[in-house]
């Protein structure tokens, strides 16, 4: 049975310690035969603060139609209010250009987009782990396909001498069948 440093050297073409940590891992489970998937969502070191909880929270909310339709609604009540309030008043709490209501868009967006950023950053992170084990995955996946291409060529390597060598064993024995020329006549 073969190690892991002659398997990088056989396969990989260079030297166990010439590798990074993940093509180290892969050669070593290759060896063992060991499988190399986990699951990622159940891995221990994932599990999420309650900021982080929060912020996904927000932007999963923030970026849904209901958020879209609330604030839809809440935008047009907004200004049905003050219509309503200018025509039955005279007056409204918030006349035309609506400055209160953009200075609460734009406290929402100052507090909505950095939650919504450390939400993408936190997916991104998960995104690069799946990506790197994908890789993992992938990359013993074409060496144990390498080794099977190795086994098959073996195998048909040693089938043609087998071949060949009966043939060598089959010829002999024809040539003791029939007599040679010289006897025939």
């Not at 010439?18 to 998937?37: F, N, S, W, Y």
């Not at 929270?57 to 809440?74: D, I, P, R």
């Not at 049905?80 to 400055?99: E, H, M, S």
Request: overall charge neutral; proline content about 3%; glycine content about 6%.
């Amino acid at each position: 049975m073969t190690n892991a440093h002659d398997t990088a050297a056989r396969l990989m073409g260079r030297g166990y310690d010439q590798l990074d940590a993940r093509a180290q891992r892969v050669a070593r489970h290759l060896t063992e035969r060991k499988t190399i998937t986990r699951d990622l969502t159940r891995d221990a070191e994932t599990t999420p603060t309650r900021g982080q909880r929060a912020a996904d929270a927000v932007a999963s909310f923030g970026g849904s139609w209901l958020f879209v339709g609330l604030f839809g609604a809440t935008l047009a009540g907004w200004i049905a209010v003050n219509a309503a309030l200018l025509a039955w008043r005279g007056q409204t709490f918030d006349p035309y250009p609506f400055i209160l209501l953009n200075l609460v868009l734009s406290m929402l967006a100052a507090i909505q987009a950095p939650v919504i950023l450390m939400s993408q950053n936190r997916q991104g992170q998960k995104d690069r782990q799946h990506a790197e084990h994908d890789y993992e995955i992938n990359l013993k996946a074409e060496l144990e396909i390498m080794l099977l291409h190795q086994k098959i060529d073996t195998l048909r390597q040693s089938q043609w001498a087998e071949l060949l060598d009966m043939q060598q064993q089959q010829l002999a024995l024809l040539a003791r069948m029939v007599p040679a020329p010289d006897k025939l006549a």
